[in-house]
């Protein structure tokens, strides 16, 4: 009886370990590159639903190739946005089948100028006393010359690969207007570990998809410079 037990449970757990393989991962992929076709790096951001609700999962960065991968936990409707320094800033919406995975092209088109970008002035984390340090607010003071701003004021965790839109200094009640200027914040459980600034990317762009450079670490603001 005890090896009759033992045999059913090895049969099961085969079936199941076949089953999800056979289904396969349901994922976004794709290269990123230029109009002469060569590979541009950058960042690849999934937004949950239709295009420009602003609800941000998944991501990836682009590596020197121009390839990313995105595993998504299941088919739907999603926004890819790609952004990559000194390029206007690609969305494209994206229907992924359960199970699947589907490849994009994305041609990104350079900026003219950058004298119209948006400007991040400064990065900072500072734990929550308050909470015994189990919160750290990661904080971005922005900035726009033509004070067009749009929701996408964006933090990437590459380490857990994930995307989030920071909050406004103030309430904004409609994503079509022109969002402030000023201090954004992002609140982050570190009750488990600390928070690694290392890990962190961040990107904004305007309503006419002007965007900042891609900030890492150790995010200090550079002026940027035209794509040649």
């Known amino acids: 009886m005890r090896r009759r037990q033992i045999f059913t449970?090895?049969?099961?757990?085969?079936?199941?370990?076949?089953?999800?393989?056979?289904?396969?991962?349901?994922?976004?992929?794709?290269?990123?590159?230029?109009?002469?076709?060569?590979?541009?790096s950058g960042l690849a951001l999934i937004e949950i639903g239709e295009l420009h609700g602003n609800v941000w999962g998944p991501g990836a960065l682009v590596d020197r190739r121009g390839e990313f991968s995105i595993q998504l936990t299941k088919g739907g409707q999603?926004?890819?946005?790609?952004?990559?320094?000194?390029?206007?800033?690609h969305p494209e919406a994206?229907?992924?089948?359960?199970?699947?995975?589907?490849?994009?092209?994305?041609?990104?088109?350079p900026e003219a100028t950058r004298a119209?970008?948006?400007?991040?002035?400064?990065?900072?984390?500072?734990p929550w006393e308050g909470n015994q340090g189990k919160t750290?607010?990661?904080?971005?003071?922005?900035?726009?010359?033509?004070?067009?701003?749009?929701p996408q004021v964006l933090a990437f965790n590459a380490k857990t690969r994930r995307a989030f839109a920071m909050e406004p200094p103030r309430r904004v009640r409609n994503l079509k207007e022109n969002?402030?200027?000023?201090?954004y914040q992002l609140a982050v459980d570190t009750a488990q570990a600390p928070i690694d600034p290392r890990d962190w990317h961040f990107v904004l762009a305007d309503h006419?998809?002007?965007?900042?450079d891609i900030l890492g670490f150790p995010h200090e603001s550079q002026p940027g410079r035209v794509v040649r």
């Not at 119209?116 to 500072?126: A, M, S, Y």
């Not at 750290?136 to 749009?150: F, I, Q, R, W």
């Open 9 to 40: 449970s090895i049969v099961l757990f085969v079936v199941a370990v076949w089953g999800a393989e056979a289904k396969g991962a349901t994922t976004i992929t794709g290269t990123v590159k230029n109009a002469a076709g060569q590979p541009v």
């Open 116 to 126: 119209n970008d948006p400007i991040i002035k400064r990065v900072g984390f500072f």
């Open 94 to 109: 994206v229907l992924v089948e359960e199970g699947k995975s589907i490849r994009v092209t994305m041609t990104l088109v």
């Open 78 to 89: 999603y926004g890819l946005h790609v952004y990559s320094s000194g390029y206007i800033y």
């Open 208 to 212: 006419q998809c002007n965007t900042t």
């Open 136 to 150: 750290t607010y990661v904080k971005m003071d922005v900035a726009d010359p033509n004070n067009d701003l749009g």
């Open 179 to 183: 969002f402030p200027q000023g201090v």
